[in-house]
């Protein structure tokens, strides 16, 4: 059975991170990974896409990882190809090449199994095809399936959920190496590190803009 804590944590792992839904923990390089796919999930917003943007850009300053390739990719890749780009970091401003097609594969499968329980956390409506049973054709029998499944998902959630928090240990030790994994508090990050303050009405307008 998962504590208090650990609910706590994979509930902010699947959160908006938006000003009304702020952090409630310190924040860790898997926060980071979640700011990533909402970048990615929202890059046809642009509004969205500068507010996720500086969290992502300032958490990371805030967490000492300016200059690695994992902050880099923030700042040179277009929001949607975050994801797809991550596994390529072991190639990018490392000396540790002799495993880097390895931690590449390994990067890729993690990041596309948190993708998939992000997804089953926050939007599950918007679950692609891969749906068991989405092959049938029958439509009654079909949506029989899925409405079970989506039933199920809701109160299994909180299990599965615990996956995110393995993976980013396992995420972080190959992207950055278990010495850099490090915590910092949402106040020390808004008024240290430039990250969007959540009681600035400018930062809220610009948010739920829609621009």
């Known amino acids: 059975m998962s504590s208090r804590l650990e609910r706590t944590r994979i509930s902010q792992l699947t959160s908006t991170y938006?000003?009304?839904?702020?952090?409630?923990?310190?924040?860790?390089?898997?926060?980071?990974l979640?700011?990533?796919?909402?970048?990615?999930?929202?890059?046809?917003?642009?509004?969205?896409?500068?507010?996720?943007?500086?969290?992502?850009?300032?958490?990371?300053d805030g967490l000492g990882l300016k200059g690695r390739s994992v902050y880099r990719l923030v700042e040179l890749t277009p929001p949607g190809q975050l994801y797809q780009q991550l596994p390529n970091a072991p190639y990018r401003g490392t000396s540790r090449l002799v495993d880097a097609q390895d931690r590449k594969a390994a990067i890729a499968q993690l990041a596309q199994l948190r993708v998939d329980i992000l997804r089953i956390g926050t939007y599950h409506?918007?679950?692609?095809?891969?749906?068991?049973?989405?092959?049938?054709?029958?439509?009654d029998l079909r949506e029989r399936v899925f409405a079970v499944l989506f039933t199920a998902l809701q109160g299994q959630y909180e299990n599965f959920g615990r996956l995110l928090l393995v993976i980013d240990i396992v995420l972080g030790d190959l992207l950055l190496g278990m010495h850099q994994m490090r915590e910092i508090t949402l106040h020390d990050l808004i008024t240290?590190?430039?990250?969007?303050?959540?009681?600035?009405?400018?930062?809220?307008?610009a948010y739920y803009s829609g621009a």
């Open 34 to 60: 979640s700011l990533l796919w909402r970048l990615d999930k929202h890059a046809d917003e642009p509004a969205k896409v500068v507010y996720y943007r500086r969290c992502a850009l300032g958490l990371a």
């Open 125 to 139: 409506d918007q679950w692609p095809v891969s749906w068991p049973g989405s092959g049938i054709i029958d439509t």
């Open 192 to 205: 240290k590190h430039n990250y969007p303050d959540f009681s600035d009405a400018r930062v809220r307008s």
């Open 18 to 32: 938006g000003p009304d839904e702020p952090p409630r923990l310190p924040m860790d390089f898997g926060d980071y």
